[in-house]
């Protein structure tokens, strides 16, 4: 294991581009029960229903999707990056990670510092206008639990109250938030089969790999000629893609890598 550290900390202090791919694991220290998560959100509330119609347009609201909102805010609203997500902001600051792509909505590779983050599946603390597509940001703390409690007064049956529901854009549209439902396009995916087909190494962080076209990153990345790392606290789900594959948690495998590859540097 200190052998196999070592190795992996002397490729990443070697990178001249390292990005990272993360999933819902690389949250799941911050409280955010991961996709198949049993007890977990997903678990609870049928994705195929909300996950596709969900609270997105409030088209249409009943009392499961109020309830799975509420729940969904609530449980980002307490997240806070964890030393995962600080140990790869910390590898951006020392100058070797350019980028993070990442499967997540919950805004937490922002919040602990990342500047370059690919958001394929959108952020759930961003609009977009669905007239002028502009999109603006949500304050965390704020702008989400205002629309929870606003959501649990609305008489549902009241066409204009539902419609003033969401805010409105500055050209006068009505937005939605700006993450990927199921069946639709991916976001940014150009920008991120970019990153990944142009990295010289690759850190698969917290994912099953089996939400595509995401999960197809990794593979872009071997293909291109990357080393490919990865870390899962279950297993290892890109076997034949990655060279090493580290079964640990992700704050606890980042934290060291990092310091080890301070160690290399000096
Ligand atoms: P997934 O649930 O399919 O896989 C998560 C992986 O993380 C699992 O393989 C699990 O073993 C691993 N894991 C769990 N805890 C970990 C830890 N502490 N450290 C390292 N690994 C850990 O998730 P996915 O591959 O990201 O795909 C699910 C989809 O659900 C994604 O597309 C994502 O958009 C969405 N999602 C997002 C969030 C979020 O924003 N935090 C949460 C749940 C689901």
Known sequence: MAEQLHQIASIIAAAKNLVAFTGSGISAES???TFRDPGGLWDRYDPDKLGTEGVATLGKITDEG???FGEMVDTLERARPNPGHLALAELERMGILSSVITQNIDNLHWEAGNTTVIEVH???YRLRCLTCGRTFKLKK????????QRLA????QDSLELAGLMPKCQCGGMTRFDVVHFGEPVQDFPQAEHAASSCDVMLAVGTSGVVTPAAL?????KGAGATVIEVNATGSYFSGMDDFAIVEKAGDALPRIVAAVRGILG
């Open 141 to 148: 703390g704020e702008d989400l639990p205002a629309m929870v």
């Open 153 to 156: 007064e609305v008489n549902e």
């Open 31 to 33: 409280g955010i029960p």
């Open 122 to 124: 959108g952020n759930l």
């Open 66 to 68: 109020r309830a799975f």
């Open 217 to 221: 990153l990794p593979g872009y990345a």
